[in-house]
């Protein structure tokens, strides 16, 4: 596609249920990566997908938090036994690999999911 | 573990006026990346800044890159209230590819 996409752009849970969240990355983008912004704050990494490799999971915030990518293309946040900090905006961004290609092309965020715990 | 700062959190500022945003990073990085976001929108980006002393303009912001104090500016000139947005510089961890670390960004308010 033209862009990131993300999908629900909005959704309402309530405490203690599993939410998923979808990433459709540009086509052609190998690394993925999902953010975490809450109301008002920065973006806060918590996970990247690097072609084939062993994802970098060193920011997820506890193991109620899990994301895959299947395929090397779309990828899936899931948190399980929702809390209401996880309420926030969660981005999704890909890019090429590579030095050079990141160089031109940049990091491409998508219009992000907003999460809401009731 | 790599932190970036910016500073001021919150601008307010007169049209027609000039400020400098200030980001700092702590630990050696040869990619420094300038987005901004509009409330209730994803992140668009502005500059990317390669090496020490790069500098980048466009319209009435100016970015620049001191890799030596791990600092970057951004300057907005002569504001106008369309430069109104949330302006986060962000850091590639690991040096030239890799995750994006961000700072808390700046809600810039410019008023007429």
């Known amino acids: 596609g033209a862009g990131v996409s993300q999908s629900p752009s909005n959704k309402v849970t309530e405490k203690g249920k599993d939410v998923e969240l979808r990433c459709d990355p540009i086509?052609?983008?190998?690394?993925l990566y999902w953010y975490r912004q809450s109301l008002g704050q920065g973006l806060e990494f918590l996970i990247y997908?690097?072609?084939?490799?062993?994802?970098?999971k060193s920011g997820l915030p506890s193991d109620r938090f899990s994301a895959e990518r299947t395929g090397g293309s779309v990828s899936t946040l899931t948190i399980q036994r929702t809390q209401q900090e996880d309420s926030a905006v969660y981005l999704c961004?890909?890019?090429?690999?590579?030095?050079?290609?990141?160089?031109?092309?940049?990091?491409?965020f998508g219009s992000g999911t907003r999460l809401t715990v009731v | 573990e790599l932190k970036v700062e910016q500073n001021p959190l919150f601008l307010s500022m007169q049209e027609g006026k000039n400020y400098t945003i200030y980001c700092n990073y702590s630990?050696?990085?040869?990619?420094l990346y300038w987005y901004r976001q509009d409330p209730g929108k994803s992140l668009e980006s502005l500059f990317v800044l390669l090496s020490n002393g790069a500098v980048k303009q466009e319209g009435r912001l100016m970015a620049s890159l001191d890799t030596k104090a791990r600092l970057s500016t951004l300057h907005i000139t002569a504001a106008v209230h369309d430069l109104s947005a949330t302006y986060f510089c962000?850091?590639?961890?690991?040096?030239?590819?890799?995750?994006?670390?961000f700072g808390k960004g700046t809600k810039l308010s410019v008023k007429p």
């Open positions: 962000a850091v590639v961890r690991g040096g030239s590819q890799g995750n994006l670390i």
């Open positions: 630990t050696t990085s040869d990619r």
């Open positions: 961004a890909s890019s090429y690999s590579g030095t050079a290609t990141i160089t031109i092309y940049g990091y491409t």
């Open positions: 086509s052609g983008h190998t690394a």
């Open positions: 997908f690097q072609g084939n490799s062993a994802p970098d």
